[in-house]
């Protein structure tokens, strides 16, 4: 399985019960746009003509201990979000769906980012972007920093002056912060930089 950043997954042609149930029992990684974040934290979607419910706690790996804000919870609003299915309830009058990001980043930490090492290049996302560096998806919506300093071989007055939100770019693994997340670096594969960008769609927004 192919672990992407949110926005660069594979929307299935068409969200049906039958695919779903098949999703569910697979374990696979979808993709839709959350409609809405209600008043009990829950994400909602809309997969074809089936209502989906992602529950607080499945939002994002983190979540049960306190450590991702419900600020980056509803920033999902209106934007790509994965999912593993969870469950779908059929006793109503129309079947709903139970998702779970969570599910997914673990499996993505698990099963992808976890086996990887210093020096290793993996294709993201630029997310946001801040002074000291941008903040980069490196699959299912986890985050890793691209430092200022690992922007260029020279001075830059900005990361935009390099990257910009939505952009697809390789990036190189440098080390892991004290909480285990990947810092980033693009410096050392500025020579082949026109090699690596044949291979993705620049400046597409998400």
Same mark, same amino acid.
């Given at each position: ?10 929307? *299935?042609?068409?969200? +049906? ?7 569910? =029992? $697979?374990?696979?990684? /979808?993709? %839709? &746009? ?28 983190g979540v049960r201990?306190g450590a991702v ?10 934007? *790509?979000?994965?999912? +593993? ?7 109503? =009058? $129309?079947?709903?769906? /139970?998702? %779970? &990001? ?61 990257v910009s939100v ?41």
């Amino acid at each position: 399985m192919e672990y992407r950043a949110e926005g660069a997954q594979r929307f *299935p042609t068409s969200y +049906t019960l039958d695919a779903l149930r098949r999703a569910m =029992a $697979a374990g696979d990684i /979808l993709e %839709s &746009r959350a409609l809405s974040f209600d008043s009990e934290k829950r994400l909602h979607f809309r997969l074809g003509e089936i209502e989906a419910i992602m529950p607080y706690e499945e939002c994002a790996d983190g979540v049960r201990e306190g450590a991702v804000r419900d600020i980056a919870l509803i920033t999902r609003v209106g934007r *790509p979000a994965c999912f +593993t299915v969870m469950e779908i309830d059929e006793q109503g =009058a $129309a079947p709903v769906a /139970l998702l %779970s &990001r969570t599910q997914a980043q673990q499996r993505c930490k698990a099963e992808y980012l976890d086996l990887l090492l210093p020096g290793d290049i993996l294709p993201c996302i630029v997310t946001h972007i801040e002074p000291f560096g941008a903040f980069c998806d490196v699959g299912c919506g986890i985050s890793a920093l691209l430092p200022i300093d690992c922007m260029s071989v020279s001075r830059i007055s900005s990361p935009a002056d390099r990257v910009s939100v939505g952009q697809q770019i390789l990036c190189a693994i440098k080390s892991r912060d004290a909480q285990g997340r990947f810092v980033l670096t693009i410096r050392e594969l500025l020579g082949t930089w026109a090699e690596n960008a044949a291979a993705f769609t620049v400046g597409e927004t998400v």
